[in-house]
């Protein structure tokens, strides 16, 4: 494969894995953890209810009329080609359909899944997306704001276990175990606030998997909704990219084209 190949695929991973969420690095050492939490169907109800909490907590009928979102963010991200400022285009329409334009100096690519393959454009061609990593784009979809996941939740379509309770950076958390589109996902959910804070997850990329840490924070409310616009992402225990939100709209109309791979 093609160095700009290689390169294009690692910010793919970056864009349409990593902008799903709110990115932050959750700590090694757990400071605190509850007793053992119940097991079989009590779990299930009480990740549930935990779902269904943070959903309301970020708009609750607000966020069941998303149907779209259009943003854009800046900051930096570490890649094996090096350290680069990005700026980031994103448009999703749920539940599975996403474009993201990315503008890393040097110069520019795009990158899109239309609910059933992923692809990438560059100066240099289009190709595909290995067919294995769809899942990380649903997952990275689902976790875009946690909307995703939320959804879900409010429609009654999504799978959680209660697994503790955990103090992380002198913050309590209630922990769930999710299961989403690439697997079991822990979730980290603020036991005042009842938002979605932080995410744990092993990740498909082209260098192999990693352990994918994610952190969401300065929630601000748009159209009703509690979004975060600081996103922190480390893979296995190393920074890889530091996001802010510049701009975001809910229920932008998005051409149905735009997740198209171009010819």
């Not at 589109?181 to 932080?198: E, I, M, N, R």
Request: net charge neutral.
């Amino acid at each position: 494969m093609k160095r700009t190949r290689v390169f294009s695929l690692v910010l793919c991973g970056l864009v349409l894995g990593a902008m799903g969420s709110a990115l932050a690095f959750l700590p090694r050492e757990v400071q605190a953890q509850a007793a053992v939490p119940p097991s079989g169907t009590e779990a299930a109800k009480r990740g549930a209810e935990i779902l269904a909490a943070g959903a309301q907590a970020a708009g609750g009928d607000a966020v069941k009329t998303i149907e779209s979102l259009q943003l854009q963010a800046s900051g930096s991200a570490n890649l094996p080609t090096g350290p680069l400022n990005i700026v980031v285009k994103v448009l999703l329409a749920y539940p599975d359909r996403a474009r993201v334009e990315t503008d890393y100096g040097m110069g520019s690519m795009t990158n899109g899944f239309d609910g059933k393959s992923g692809w990438v454009a560059t100066p240099q061609g289009n190709f595909d997306v290995p067919a294995d990593m769809s899942a990380e784009s649903l997952r990275g979809i689902d976790l875009t704001g946690a909307l995703g996941v939320y959804k879900k939740s409010l429609a009654g379509k999504a799978e959680a276990e209660f697994v503790g309770e955990q103090e992380v950076e002198g913050k309590q958390t209630v922990l769930v175990e999710w299961t989403g589109p690439s697997g079991k996902v822990k979730l980290y959910f603020d036991a005042q606030t009842k938002l979605l804070v932080a995410a744990k997850y092993r990740a498909l990329t082209m260098q192999g998997a990693v352990e994918e840490e994610r952190r969401w924070s300065d929630f601000r409310e748009v159209d009703g909704v509690k979004f975060p616009f600081r996103w922190v992402t480390y893979r296995d225990g190393g920074l890889y990219s530091d996001l802010t939100l510049n701009e975001l709209k809910l229920n932008a109309k998005i051409e149905a084209s735009a997740f198209d791979k171009p010819q």
